[in-house]
């Protein structure tokens, strides 16, 4: 930063910035068939979920589009996954949230 940047507060949080208000856990959870995944956004946007095997590497995408504020289901099919541990990623807008989920 220069000598020129105005001074703007630190450690103040607007909670209207997060979009998303909450990602269950999914359920059931390990899984060996579908799960489900439960995501509530305040406004409407992009939303999706992505799940990614434990090295990071993108192996499933569910991609809503835009959508109207509220709840929202994703059902991830186990059969398109192999057995272990993955992370799924629900992303609205700018703002994501990541759990960890189990194939069995």
Do not use: C
């Not at 990071?56 to 289901?73: A, D």
């Amino acid at each position: 930063p220069t000598g020129n940047d105005p001074i703007s507060p630190v450690g103040i949080d607007d909670p209207v910035e997060y979009n998303i208000t909450s990602v269950s856990q999914n359920y059931p959870n390990p899984f060996n068939t579908t799960t489900t995944v439960v995501a509530n956004i305040e406004r409407s946007s992009d939303l999706s979920l992505i799940v990614t095997n434990l090295i990071g590497q993108k192996v499933m995408e569910i991609n809503k589009g835009e959508v109207s504020g509220g709840t929202h289901t994703f059902t991830i099919e186990a059969s398109k996954l192999q057995t272990g541990i993955y992370f799924y990623t629900v992303i609205a807008g700018d703002h994501s949230v990541t759990r960890k989920m189990i194939v069995e």
